[in-house]
Structure formats: structure tokens, C-alpha cells
């Protein structure tokens, strides 16, 4: 079993910054992603970024040009740099890894809020 420990949410003002971070117990043997969802109120839980071995990303629209996804040599730790931040990026961030199988392991979640 994989453990993803996140850190790094908070309250934020519109237009701040924050690095959300994700570390796994152990490296992932077969992985093919490792990224971050979100989650809004009453809402089903949405692709924020990801990424791949070969460091290729995808993000969400609504993130593109904001947010970066990267990575640890690794492999086993991947980053989450937000900036420009709107009220409408509030939710809650959820860490997760995709390895062969297909097996998914997914963190706690932390709480991003953006207000004044």
C-alpha cells in the first residue's frame, strides 16, 4: 500500500500564490500518472494537472497559464505551484497516483481557500 501525504493549503488572497506538495511513502513500481484533483461542494471530484513519467503535463482549461505541475527525480513526489489565485479555485485538492493494474492510491486532501 501507497500513503500520499500532502502539504500546503491554506487561505490565500485573490491573486496569491501557493505550492501545494505531495510525497508517497514509497516510490511507485509500473506508475503512469501522479497529479492532483479537486473537489467543490456537492461536486464530483475534476482533473486539476498531471503528470508522466516522460514529464509531458495535462491541465484543466480553467488552470492553464496559472497553475505548474512538476516532479522529483524519482518520481515519487510532485508539486503543484498555483498562482493568480481566484475565489473560484476554493475547494479542496486531492493528491493522486496511478500505477499498472490500474491501481489508484489517492491522499487526504487539503483545504485550498481563496478570499479576502
Known amino acids: 500500500q501507497v500513503q500520499l501525504a500532502e502539504s500546503g493549503g491554506g487561505l490565500v488572497q485573490p491573486g496569491g500564490s501557493l505550492r501545494l506538495s505531495c510525497a508517497a511513502s514509497r516510490s511507485v513500481v509500473g506508475i503512469y500518472a501522479m497529479g492532483w484533483y479537486r473537489q467543490f461542494p456537492g461536486k464530483q471530484r475534476e482533473l486539476v494537472a498531471r503528470i508522466v513519467p516522460n514529464g509531458n503535463t495535462d491541465y484543466a482549461d480553467d488552470v492553464k497559464g496559472r497553475f505548474s505541475i512538476s516532479r522529483n527525480k524519482a518520481f515519487n513526489t510532485v508539486y503543484l505551484q498555483m498562482n493568480d489565485l481566484k475565489p473560484e479555485d476554493t475547494a479542496i485538492y486531492y493528491c493522486?497516483?496511478?500505477?499498472?493494474?490500474?491501481?489508484?492510491?489517492w491522499g487526504q486532501g487539503t483545504q485550498v481557500t481563496v478570499s479576502s
Open positions: 493522486y497516483t496511478l500505477r499498472s493494474g490500474p491501481i489508484e492510491y
